[in-house]
């Protein structure tokens, strides 16, 4: 079975500063990795993903992480982030054989000035 | 490019009344997905849809919700005799898949039901 672990619960962080939200994922098999994004009252808005091919991959809004598998890990990073950026974020699983995503309890980022 | 979009977005019930939530799907996406999300967690697998087919329920989907998506494209999910523990956000996604490889799940803006 696939899980998501999402050590931090909130990270606060002030603006311009950089931020790493944590991501440990448990899986037997090859799996696919996501990360979202939730602002109040809204659904949720996909930050980036890794399908294959490169471990670094690149997302919108300046966010990019960082699969290792060795590790088991895929954690988001930010160089500076705005108050803007203040959301839940949730990391996600899929492994190739399942078609459901399977979410982490997430991480609330407040940017404050 | 139209998102998937959901009605209604609020939806405020009595206890052991029945309630309907809609989705609207990315144009032409085969697949379908229910998710539910209660306070403070991540969201939680319902169901899925490929084109009218259901493929794959939770256990979390008891008896009294019923799901569907009669022409492939829009879809219901139903929730007879509401309880409190029902109350929670209702989200649907949407996404393409074709040979190999996988989907990419896009989100609509969730229904909020609350049962009093």
């Known amino acids: 079975a696939q899980s998501v672990t999402q050590l931090d619960s909130q990270v606060p962080v002030f603006e311009e500063a950089p931020v790493e939200l944590r991501c440990n994922y448990s899986?037997?098999?090859?799996?696919?990795l996501f990360w979202y994004v939730q602002y109040p009252n809204q659904g949720l808005q996909l930050l980036l993903k890794?399908?294959?091919?490169?471990?670094l991959v690149k997302g919108i809004n300046g966010f990019e992480a960082e699969f290792n598998k060795s590790q088991t890990s895929f954690h988001l990073r930010k160089p500076s982030v705005h108050i803007s950026d203040t959301a839940e974020y949730f990391c996600?699983?899929?492994?190739?054989?399942?078609?459901?995503?399977?979410f982490g309890t997430g991480t609330r980022l407040q940017v404050t000035l | 490019d139209t998102g998937v979009s959901q009605d209604p977005r609020h939806k405020i019930t009595k206890r052991g009344q029945n309630v309907t939530f809609r989705c609207d799907p990315i144009?032409?996406?085969?697949?379908l997905y229910w998710y539910r999300q209660t306070l403070g967690q991540g969201p939680e697998f319902l169901t899925y849809?490929?084109?009218?087919?259901?493929?794959?329920k939770s256990r979390l989907l008891s008896d009294r919700f019923s799901a569907e998506r009669p022409k492939g494209s829009f879809s219901t999910l139903e929730i007879q005799r509401t309880e409190q523990g029902d109350s929670a956000m209702y989200l649907c996604?949407?996404?393409?898949?074709?040979?190999?490889?996988?989907?990419?799940?896009?989100f609509g803006p969730g229904t909020r039901l609350t049962v009093l």
């Open positions: 996604a949407s996404s393409l898949i074709g040979t190999g490889g996988t989907d990419t799940q896009y």
């Open positions: 899986s037997s098999v090859s799996v696919y």
């Open positions: 890794y399908l294959s091919g490169s471990t």
């Open positions: 996600a699983v899929k492994t190739g054989t399942a078609s459901k995503l399977t």
């Open positions: 144009s032409e996406h085969n697949r």
């Open positions: 849809f490929q084109n009218e087919a259901q493929l794959e």
